[in-house]
């Protein structure tokens, strides 16, 4: 099986970016985190790639050539494929035409029903949970031009219970699913490759 040259980019907590490190650490998956890039310098994601040895960029969206210095980054690294994890800024076309099939984003909910603009962290599971959902979920999906609009890789689902709030459904979400489809569907890119 051939590996992949993977960035992650995150823009919070980076806790599917862990459970990727964990995986590539354990030998379960055989591509490898060349690099990990963010929008945010306090992003705790970065400080989970510096103490794994991974090289961390912060890249200031407030300063100009944003979109160039990060397609210039992934471009140096050889990158096969980009991995967003909790990555909140919208990519530029030119990226996501040079990336084509090559960018995949996780989402807390069972795509295409609450995402697009606005559905982003906690919103999703309080919009989930004033519809009155019976289930709820995570996707793995290409990312396109659209927002949460790109072909679904893997989806998995989880019961909405009659006592949770959105953060114990946006845990449980995470823990149960987002740590292991996002690992999933990578393995079953390379694959692919
Ligand atoms: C996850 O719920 C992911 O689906 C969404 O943002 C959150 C990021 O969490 N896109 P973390 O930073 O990986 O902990």
Redesign the pocket.
């Known amino acids: 099986m051939s590996g992949l040259r993977m960035a992650v980019l995150?823009s919070?907590?980076?806790?599917?970016?862990q459970s990727v490190i964990d995986a590539v650490e354990a030998g379960a998956l055989s591509s490898q985190i060349v690099c990990v890039i963010s929008n945010k310098e306090t992003a705790y994601?970065l400080e989970r790639a510096r103490k794994h040895n991974i090289p961390a960029y912060f890249i200031n969206p407030k300063e100009e050539g944003f979109d160039e210095k990060l397609l210039a980054r992934l471009k140096e690294d050889q990158i096969d494929l980009v991995v967003l994890?909790?990555y909140i800024k919208i990519l530029s076309s030119d990226l996501i035409q040079t990336y084509k099939h090559r960018i995949i984003n996780?989402?807390?909910s069972l795509l295409p029903k609450f995402g697009g603009k606005g559905f982003?962290?906690i919103h999703v599971h309080e919009a989930v949970l004033a519809a009155g959902e019976k289930e709820s979920g995570?996707t793995v999906h290409y990312v396109d031009e659209g927002v949460d609009t790109g072909e679904i890789i893997l989806q998995r689902k989880v019961v909405v219970e009659t006592d949770d709030t959105p953060e114990s459904l946006q845990a449980r979400i995470?823990e149960q699913i987002?740590h292991k489809i996002l690992v999933e569907a990578i393995k079953k890119l390379e694959g692919s490759h």
């Open positions: 995150v919070g907590g980076g806790t599917n970016l994601g994890a909790g996780i989402h807390p982003y962290g995570a995470l987002e």
